[in-house]
């Protein structure tokens, strides 16, 4: 059951801590006060980032290098309008972005009960049991996080059809997924923006002849794609019943809230999906309607700016609940791959970090791998730290001592352990010091719910947007990414047994030694 919704953000005297529905803030031991929050409502930063928002939730183009609105917000708007405070547009050439999203959530809904149900059955008249997902990057880390923590939650019921992903091109991923899976009675999700996307296109291929392998009637029935490029999913054979589109302003790393993750719709359910697009809904209602000094996700994005502008360009992630041992990996794209620009807005270059390196594992496992690094070395981070209050099982004691190492290492990192005045004048014992004063955030969740976990997504969204407004850069594109792709294809012709030779005189060393003469079979 979700909680209320109810907004509880209010300025506590002495204390920097703000509330909405199920998640809690903490920024108390945080390099800035609420002097500088205040006076950031007054800055020039909050005046983009005030201008983002709106421009975002009007439709407005806040993508520039691809001169595309942003519309992920629209997937969970489509069926929670009640959430936003004033209406919103999404209008693309025409289209209304929101209207498609709502029939294409109807046209999802009606097929996952239908899978589900087993009245979609298999040329055998046999239901599915399985599914496997294609996809990478944004079309694979946020349906495996969903899955990931559904699946600990229980939610699918007893007849849960199972779920693997194939998202590497290395083949070994795509083995182990296929071992437990039988091609007469598993649906083939492909996830691509563009359904252009080589590694999911090469990966498919495999896909087809092991389908292929069941018999000749297997493949038509089990293709499913999930792509704003319905025209190229036909191309591929998959019928246009069972292609479900989302509008070209959804990024990659934004888009789990829609077809991409029809496969975990018909794992878990309809019901458990709408409530994860409920709780994020919520959270975009609070941006839409906060002030920044009240607004989670823009003074957990103030914390970031701070501590880079103070030299800290590591943020470390550690949520105490082994539920969500999945959301860094799913971070990590959604925050460097939006936020690890070199230049502006307006092309000029960037001379500082424009986001902390995010990076992390769950808690308690973190403090016996490199919590020690945090608490002694020269090398500045951030630390946060998330727990659930309330868990899913009846061991209080173990959760009674999770959640105290949680609290005694957000203590530990801010007060540290200083060395007494004999301490000092023995150097025997410095290796007991802790210098202290990082820089920590607390995060908690009432529980750990789909409600909760779509509010937490949601908002690391709008945080991860936030610090790209305050610096005026764009989170929404990654030419980055776009280098290393555009070499590869020139590449696969180089790598034996191909023919054409490498043109960059180290790349063609690689191919020549390593490939041709190391560990040869």
């Known amino acids: 059951m979700k909680p209320s919704s109810t907004t509880t953000s209010a300025l506590n005297p002495g204390y920097l801590s703000r509330s909405i529905g199920p998640l809690h803030i903490n920024l108390d031991r945080q390099l800035y006060n609420i002097s500088h929050v205040l006076s950031f409502e007054q800055s020039e930063a909050n005046q983009r980032l ?3 928002i709106q421009k975002m939730f009007s439709g407005q183009v806040v993508n ?33 972005e929101i209207e498609l999203a709502r029939q294409v959530q109807e046209h999802m809904q ?21 599914i496997l997902h294609l996809g990478i990057g944004g079309s694979d880390l946020g349906p495996r996080l969903l899955n990931d923590v559904f699946s600990k939650l229980e939610l699918g019921g007893e007849d849960a059809m199972k779920i693997r992903f194939a998202a590497n091109v290395d083949f070994h991923e795509m083995k182990a997924a296929l071992a437990a899976l039988n091609p007469k009675t598993t649906l083939v999700v492909t996830a691509s923006k563009s359904f252009s996307t080589r590694e999911t296109l090469h990966n498919a291929q495999h896909i087809f002849k092991w389908l ?31 292609i479900f589109e989302f509008s070209e302003t959804v990024g990659g790393r934004y888009s789990l809230w829609g077809p991409v993750s029809i496969g975990v719709r018909m794992v878990h359910g309809n019901l458990v999906f709408n409530e994860l697009l409920e709780g994020a809904a919520l959270m975009d209602g609070h941006v ?75 808690g308690t496992n973190g403090q016996h791998a490199f919590f020690q690094m945090l608490h002694q070395s020269r090398i500045a981070s951030s630390v946060e730290l998330m727990a659930i209050i309330h868990p899913n099982h009846d061991e209080e004691q173990s959760h009674q001592v ?36 990082r820089p920590v955030q607390m995060v908690f969740m009432d529980s750990l719910t789909p409600y909760s976990l779509g509010a937490l997504l949601a908002m690391w ?56 003469n190391a560990g040869q079979r």
């Open 50 to 52: 005030s201008s983002f």
């Open 64 to 96: 520039g290098t691809e001169q595309r609105p942003a519309g992920h917000w629209a997937l969970r708007a489509a069926c929670n309008a009640q959430a936003y405070p004033a209406p919103v547009s999404l209008l693309v050439n025409g289209r209304d």
């Open 110 to 130: 009606l097929f996952v009960e239908q899978v589900r149900s087993g009245r979609y059955t298999t040329p055998d008249g046999v239901r599915y049991d399985s």
């Open 212 to 242: 292929d392998s069941a018999g000749p009637d297997y493949r038509g029935k089990a293709l499913v794609a999930a792509t704003c490029k319905p025209s190229k999913a036909m191309e591929l054979g998959i019928p246009p019943e069972r």
């Open 288 to 362: 839409l309607q906060s002030k920044a000094s009240q607004c989670i996700p823009t003074l957990l994005a103030m914390s970031d700016l701070y501590n880079l502008e103070q030299g800290v360009a590591s943020l470390m992630l550690s949520p105490y609940d082994s539920r969500l041992s999945q959301l860094v990996p799913y971070l990590q794209q959604l925050w460097m791959e939006s936020l690890g620009k070199g230049v502006n807005n307006h092309g000029e270059l960037l001379y500082k970090p424009s986001c902390p390196i995010l990076w992390g594992d769950v």
């Open 402 to 437: 999770l959640l105290s190492h949680a609290l005694a290492q957000s203590e530990a990192f801010s007060v540290g352990r200083l060395n007494s005045m004999e301490e000092l004048a023995d150097t025997v014992n410095n290796f007991k010091a802790c210098p202290g004063k």
């Open 461 to 516: 969204e709008h945080r991860t947007a936030a610090l790209a407004a305050m610096q005026n850069i764009n989170p929404f594109d990654q030419w980055g990414v776009e280098l290393g792709k555009g070499i590869a294809e020139q590449l696969e012709h180089s790598v034996p047994p191909g023919e054409a030779p490498a043109e960059n005189p180290v790349t063609a060393h690689f191919i020549n030694h390593f490939l041709k």
